[in-house]
């Protein structure tokens, strides 16, 4: 088991306040990607269309629900995707949804 | 921006021993999902091989070098796929690939 625990758990997901968190769903993707070098390309900004389309299979998006954040430290790039989707309509999505 | 700085790609990416480093690349992909309640159905399981296939028109991945581990913590669930791709593959797959 490689995730760390509680520590990890808050990390990705800061606590907010209680009000703000009834019937809500977060879903955070994080990717790096760490170069041979610094001259190696940065795919990240491409594949981050797709991966929205994939989770856009399994619950509704809004676009209004979608914050990215991308950077660069040294030679790893790091992109951030976090999406806001309302529970009722990703459970109804999901018992139709049967990936190939 | 809403990463973290310099501790956070520590963090995603621990530091190895230099020998290891020399022409190699990693990727890696968080996805944490927060759910409103226990019950709400959990796709991480289900997202994970679409999203393996998505990252696979960008690098070539050997199936020898993925690692994924699935975590559970109250509410959240984190799905982590560590990948270890070949530079000079990267690279040439990049140089023809046009996502549409």
New interface residues.
Partial sequence: ???H??R??N???PPRPKSAA????????????????NH??D?LP??Q???ID??G???DIRDDMI?V?L?K??E?S?L?I?IEIE?AK??AK?GS?V?A
């Fill in positions: 088991m490689r995730l625990g509680m990890f758990f990390f990705v997901f009834i019937a809500k769903e977060r879903l955070k993707i994080v990717l790096a990607h760490e170069r041979a070098g190696a390309p795919f491409r594949l269309k797709e991966l994939v989770v299979r399994y619950v914050r954040s950077g430290s040294g790893t790091l951030e976090n529970a990703a459970k999901l949804a990936p």
